[in-house]
């Protein structure tokens, strides 16, 4: 396994470990402001989601998809459609070695070129940050079976 089948392998789980270790919470528990990140679980589970489906969108030049719901059961399943996507994306860019190509940002104004290499590795670290946000919450939630979130850990799982 490469080095980017790692970073990709563990940002899918990992993400998906802690929607599903949130899938029964209640909605007050979701929606709990907190004075950290997008404030709460849903919405940082919505922003984390929302970042994969757009970024890699944009690499891909297409339309940035819709969206959809944020119940913990449609979170889950945007989320696996986006870490599939940007997997494909990515491991297309691994093989023609293009991690240094340019594309153009359509939604930067002025338009902004990027490297598929600096923004496939944004939005993997970009989950990361807001995964910590999240792991923080749940233990103020006190919800028990949150894991360790490294990758590590992902690695060594059984």
């Not at 990992?14 to 209640?26: F, G, I, P, S, V």
């Not at 940035?64 to 979170?75: F, P, V, Y």
């Not at 990515?90 to 093989?95: H, W």
């Not at 496939?120 to 923080?136: D, E, N």
């Amino acid at each position: 396994m490469d080095l980017l089948d790692r970073l990709l392998g563990h940002d899918a789980w990992t993400t998906r470990q802690l929607l599903l270790l949130c899938a029964d919470l209640h909605d007050e528990q979701l929606d709990r402001q907190f004075d950290i990140g997008p404030h709460s679980v849903r919405a940082t589970f919505e922003h984390i989601v929302r970042n994969v489906e757009a970024w890699t969108d944009l690499m891909a030049g297409a339309p940035i998809r819709a969206g959809g719901g944020s119940s913990m059961a449609e979170l889950i399943e945007r989320h696996a459609r986006a870490s599939a996507d940007l997997e494909t994306l990515a491991k297309a860019v691994a093989a023609r070695d293009g991690w240094d190509e340019r594309w153009i940002d359509p939604l930067e104004t002025p338009r902004k070129e990027r490297t598929f290499g600096g923004s496939i590795a944004h939005v993997v670290t970009h989950s990361m940050h807001h995964r910590a946000q999240l792991l923080y919450m749940l233990r103020v939630l006190d919800v028990p079976g949150r894991p360790e979130g490294d990758v590590l850990s992902w690695e060594n799982r059984s």
